[in-house]
DNA sequence: CTCCTTAGTTACATTCATGTGCCTACGTCA
DNA sequence: TGACGTAGGCACATGAATGTAACTAAGGAG
């Protein structure tokens, strides 16, 4: 996400401001990530082998700048850098969470509809 | 979101799943309309002036085409369509309301972080 | 003395998402 | 007879998001 220049929705919708921190393509799976343990940066890339270099280090620095992600870069050769949800980060669990969840049943329930095809209407 | 034809993160990651679903600009916004009540389009309009008539309408397509929301159309003049959650849209409630929640504890937060300034960290 | 590794950075290119403006059908109201 | 309101559709334009490729520093291994 991030992409409030071209204005918001309605002003001042709490959810948008969450997805302004979460939403786009990357930061979820990232999150998602960083909940189960600390990364390093190529670390991350192997998790998520469709991420380049760039992106990665874009999403991870407005992470880093919005509070929610930790970087802690350690002073050695060839370089260590380690990513960790800062406290504040840690309060997003729970969306992340049921984000998991829900997205399982999503999955399931397509399989479904593939069967209804036609008597669907809630 | 919906961005995904540039490939994924990772592959089968539900929380990415999830955020193709409800990510994206304006999603977010327009469930948590929804949420709260059947809206007619030119009512959603008013509840989101950022938005525009093109863009309202592409997302309450993709949502209806994920099976989110239903679309009733009347046959009347002038015309009359009324939006609202389906019975698997409810179940994105603890999503939508966790980052309603969310959204309002970061906006304190971010006062916060205008005082702390140097010493955040965690 | 050359190559490998890590965690980047930069310039450049492209593709996707979103925005703007104009058009429509129909019934009602003035 | 003409303007208004609804729920769109369509063509076109722009900008944001993302991708690609090449470059860097520094120490260790060979």
Redesign the pocket.
């Known amino acids: 996400?991030?992409?409030?220049?071209?204005?918001y929705a309605c002003k001042h919708c709490p959810v948008e401001t969450t997805l302004d921190i979460i939403g786009?393509?990357?930061k979820g799976v990232i999150l998602y990530h960083l909940m189960n343990k600390t990364c390093?940066?190529?670390?991350m890339r192997r998790l998520m082998p469709?991420?380049?270099?760039?992106?990665l280090?874009?999403?991870?620095?407005e992470l880093e700048k919005d509070g929610v992600i930790h970087?802690e870069?350690y002073p050695v050769?060839?370089?260590?850098?380690e990513y960790s949800l800062t406290a504040f980060g840690e309060t997003l669990k729970p969306i992340i969470q049921e984000m998991k969840r829900w997205g399982d049943r999503y999955e399931h329930h397509q399989e479904q509809q593939l069967e209804d095809v036609d008597q669907n209407k809630a």
Chains 1, 2 share one sequence.
């Open positions: 996400m991030r992409n409030r220049k071209a204005g786009g393509k990357w390093r940066f190529n670390e469709g991420i380049s270099q760039r992106m280090t874009l999403q991870l620095r970087r870069v050769v060839p370089p260590k850098t």
